[in-house]
């Protein structure tokens, strides 16, 4: 089952090749690299229109279906059919002037990497009028894409190994001392390095992070390195090593600890410090329906719309005014809610789009030693 935070990783993998790829993108699709399905129409209004959306399938794309898609086609009579395609052989379909897809559900990253290979539709700000009245954030809003929710990478403790003391920071995190334990952080194939970590814990405040002093971060690391029993590439992985108790911490995709909880492990989550990356929407250049697709935009954009995508997976909701349509306990559960938002800060992707291929060679030589 497939994780949409999962996408930027498969992006990765897959970009390089889009180039001398583009021959191939029919006999891609052919083999089974994407795969779709549909949601039936229930009324007159869309007289027989169709738009087709990509996402990253699995659970995420579940609560798509469920939340945004079944509620857009009952309301408007436009029938939304998905497909679960990987970036690469969807770039070189746009390359080829013949996108298989119209709207796209991917990471903002991923969004901007489109642009470069000039794979995406300018957007018009005045068939989207849900970004003014669900009021994305201004950072979230750009020619190409609109932000629509966000995943924050934060730490986990076990709640029954440090004498009932609560690390407060990215410092305790790295202060093996006084909270006794191993330690998990990312790989590369999993997310972005989590050098601002790093750099939190060494006292460089949140709004000064940026360009990350990537000799410093990665001088920190090293003073944690043999402390580091294991570097997770998938998102249900720290709550395996939480739960065997092989760490005392880790770091984790913050709507992971909700399913820890109920299975009975005793961990909590601390979001100072967490970093968010943003998921959205953009129109694939050339898109058959370039209509239907803005239509489901606006309607996926919506206050509502997040909110009821929020009560079906644990993705936080752009806009600040879905967190209102939600009840206090399902509020509370997110860490974009109004109380814990400015414990944490977005991540630079036009600093990560630059340096990103550096760092990550880089962080591999480190990590073997």
């Avoid at 108790?245 to 995709?253: A, D, P, R």
């Avoid at 806009?319 to 974009?336: I, Q």
């Amino acid at each position: 089952m497939k994780d949409a935070r999962i996408d930027r990783r498969l992006f990765l993998r897959g970009i390089g090749g889009v180039t001398a790829g583009v021959a191939a993108a029919t006999t891609l699709s052919a083999c089974g690299t994407g795969t779709s399905r549909s949601v039936a129409g229930s009324g007159g209004k869309g007289g027989g229109k169709t738009v087709v959306v990509r996402d990253s399938g699995g659970s995420y794309g579940a609560a798509l279906q469920k939340a945004i898609y079944t509620p857009f086609t009952q309301e408007t009579g436009i029938t939304v059919k998905v497909l679960n395609l990987d970036d690469a052989p969807l770039l070189a379909q746009i390359k080829q002037g013949r996108p298989q897809c119209d709207l796209i559900n991917n990471s903002m990253m991923s969004h901007n990497k489109y642009v470069q290979q000039g794979a995406l539709e300018t957007l018009d700000p005045d068939r989207v009028k849900s970004v003014k009245s669900a009021k994305i954030p201004e950072a979230q809003v750009t020619d190409h894409a609109i932000g629509s929710s966000f995943y924050g990478a934060c730490m986990a403790y076990r709640t029954d190994a440090f004498g009932g003391r609560k690390p407060e920071s990215w410092a305790d995190f790295w202060d093996t001392k006084a909270f006794k334990g191993g330690r998990a952080m990312v790989h590369p194939d999993g997310d972005l390095p989590e050098l601002e970590f790093a750099l939190l814990a060494d006292g460089v405040p949140m709004d000064k992070l940026y360009p990350l002093d990537v000799d410093r971060a990665f001088k920190v690391m090293t003073r944690l390195r043999s402390d580091i029993k294991k570097f997770w590439d998938s998102g249900p992985l720290p709550g395996v090593l939480l739960s065997r108790q092989e760490v005392t911490m880790s770091t984790v995709w913050d709507g992971r600890i909700a399913d820890l909880q109920k299975q009975g492990v005793p961990v909590e989550r601390q979001l100072n410090g967490m970093r968010r990356q943003f998921q959205g929407y953009a129109i694939a250049k050339g898109a058959a329906n370039i209509d239907a697709a803005y239509q489901l935009m606006d309607f996926s954009l919506r206050a509502e719309s997040q909110a009821n995508l929020a009560k079906a997976f644990p993705s936080n909701p752009s806009s600040p005014g879905a967190y209102a349509k939600l009840t206090e306990d399902e509020r509370n559960a997110l860490a974009g809610a109004p109380q814990y938002y400015d414990k944490g800060f977005d991540a630079d992707i036009d600093w990560w789009m630059k340096n990103e291929d550096a760092v990550t060679k880089r962080w591999l030589e480190w990590a073997r030693g």
